[in-house]
């Protein structure tokens, strides 16, 4: 037995036994660690962990200068409670996040991540993540130097995030991104630039969460030149978004500063996405925001890339609040079109906005691309037709768009 085994065990023998042992209740392996454990002695059990075992947090603040990470398969790590085990990175200086998973089968639960100074948590090519009831936050709240993502697994299969709360990322919350067969349910997201975002991914559920004082609520994205193409087939639904109003507070040059402030919705590029039985209100830009890659003017070198928005199905959503001030580069396209239909006001911008670019070498008003708007109340609507010029003018009527798409089938892990 090597000397640095030997002295953890120790650690967790002097610090586990009684009624507050981190490992009660737990079957199989476990290393318990108690307020007061080092990082190096943190960072041991997670090396010294063996396949399918658990390293288990006791009630109290961790406090780290260094990343942590674990490569093992089949390991959980979980805390006494999200309020009650914090693992705190306000004093790191060494890593790019606060902790990195590379390996399959990974469970987190009932702890709290704090004041990363990047990434909360990146999970990395794991086959089976599970995230539940996890805190991650930035205390001092919104600011453009806090972490840029809270919950990050990417390149990742059957991924599961639930009953969890992230506060205050300068890109997203939540993120899923480059994945697939994603469920994402029963959440809390505030105060991020995006509350939950899923990214160049296919097959995800999103259902049930809450989204608020974010920048923009829910996005579903695809961008170019990545590893994982052309994401397909979320489902966004029965999610609360309201009130997402924070100002965006991106770093400059990150794509999701283009998030006009009071944005519920935003698909960017997004294909066969279905929202429904959504509650969407109180946003300063639009509810629903639906866009192509061509307005960023960003140059593609990604010849696989296709971004244009196709087959999108949003249905018997419940959207209210009216936006009178739009922000943002899709703000001065809602400014300028609505101007152009209505010059004499009033200015009311309507709750779904299309910038209306269509790929010229798709055949047009193909039945399987198209997208389709469908029984949400009074909820009305707007085609910007981007660039506005004499061949193409903006539009409010909902007629093109009276068609449906067959439902998403639901995801499963």
């Known amino acids: 037995m090597t000397e640095k085994r030997f002295a953890l065990i120790l650690f967790v023998l002097a610090s586990c036994g009684g009624a507050d042992d981190p490992c009660a209740g737990v079957d199989g392996e476990?290393?318990?660690?108690?307020?007061?454990?080092?990082?190096?002695?943190?960072?041991?059990?997670?090396?010294?962990?063996?396949?399918g075992g658990t390293v288990a947090f006791g009630a109290g603040t961790f406090s780290f200068e260094v990343d942590l990470s674990l490569d093992v398969d089949g390991v959980t790590v979980r805390g006494a409670g999200a309020d009650r085990t914090t693992l705190s990175f306000a004093n790191q200086t060494v890593g790019p996040q606060g902790m990195l998973v590379t390996a399959d089968r990974f469970t987190i639960e009932d702890l709290a991540l704090e004041d990363s100074p990047g990434d909360a948590l990146k999970i990395l090519g794991a086959d089976g993540v599970t995230i539940?009831?996890?805190?991650?936050?930035?205390?001092?709240?919104?600011?453009?130097?806090?972490?840029?993502?809270?919950?990050?697994?990417?390149?990742?299969?059957?991924?599961?995030?639930?009953?969890?709360?992230?506060?205050?990322?300068?890109?997203?919350?939540?993120?899923?991104?480059?994945?697939?067969?994603?469920?994402?349910?029963?959440?809390?997201?505030?105060?991020?630039?995006?509350?939950?975002?899923i990214e160049n991914s296919s097959h995800a559920d999103v259902h049930d969460n809450t989204?608020?004082?974010?920048?923009?609520?829910?996005?579903?994205f695809n961008l170019p030149d990545?590893?994982?193409?052309?994401?397909?087939?979320?489902?966004?639904?029965?999610?609360?978004?309201?009130?997402?109003?924070?100002?965006?507070f991106a770093p400059v040059?990150?794509?999701?500063?283009?998030?006009?402030?009071?944005?519920?919705?935003?698909?960017?590029?997004?294909?066969?996405v279905e929202i429904f039985g959504n509650t969407i209100a109180d946003h300063r830009s639009l509810n629903i925001g639906i866009i192509s890659y061509v307005p960023t003017d960003i140059a593609i070198t990604d010849a696989t890339y296709d971004q244009y928005p196709t087959a999108i199905d949003i249905h018997d959503n419940t959207l209210t609040g009216t936006s009178d001030m739009p922000t943002g580069q899709l703000g001065a396209l809602l400014i300028s079109a609505i101007g152009e239909i209505m010059p004499d006001g009033p200015f009311i911008v309507p709750d779904i906005a299309w910038d209306g670019v269509v790929d010229p070498a798709r055949v047009p008003d193909a039945p399987a691309d198209k997208i389709c708007i469908?029984?949400?109340?009074?909820?009305?609507?707007?085609?910007?037709?981007?660039?506005?010029?004499?061949?193409?003018?903006?539009?409010m009527t909902m007629v093109p768009h009276d068609c449906s798409h067959a439902r998403l089938p639901a995801v499963e892990l």
């Not at 290393?31 to 962990?49: K, N, P, W």
């Not at 990545?226 to 979320?234: M, P």
Request: hydrophobic residues 40%; glycine residues 12%; aromatic residues 4%.
């Open 253 to 272: 040059g990150n794509i999701v500063g283009m998030v006009p402030t009071g944005t519920g919705i935003a698909l960017l590029a997004a294909h066969g």
């Open 211 to 220: 989204a608020t004082h974010n920048t923009g609520g829910i996005l579903v």
């Open 374 to 395: 469908q029984r949400n109340g009074d909820a009305d609507y707007i085609n910007l037709a981007w660039p506005l010029n004499d061949a193409a003018k903006p539009a």
């Open 226 to 248: 990545l590893a994982v193409k052309n994401g397909v087939g979320t489902r966004v639904f029965d999610n609360s978004i309201v009130d997402n109003n924070t100002e965006n």
């Open 30 to 51: 476990c290393i318990g660690l108690a307020d007061g454990a080092s990082a190096t002695e943190v960072q041991t059990a997670l090396i010294e962990i063996p396949e």
């Open 132 to 197: 539940r009831r996890v805190r991650v936050e930035w205390t001092g709240g919104p600011s453009e130097t806090n972490g840029a993502y809270g919950l990050y697994p990417v390149q990742c299969t059957d991924v599961l995030i639930e009953d969890s709360v992230v506060l205050g990322a300068s890109d997203a919350g939540v993120y899923v991104g480059q994945s697939d067969r994603i469920i994402v349910r029963n959440n809390r997201a505030e105060g991020n630039v995006a509350g939950i975002e």
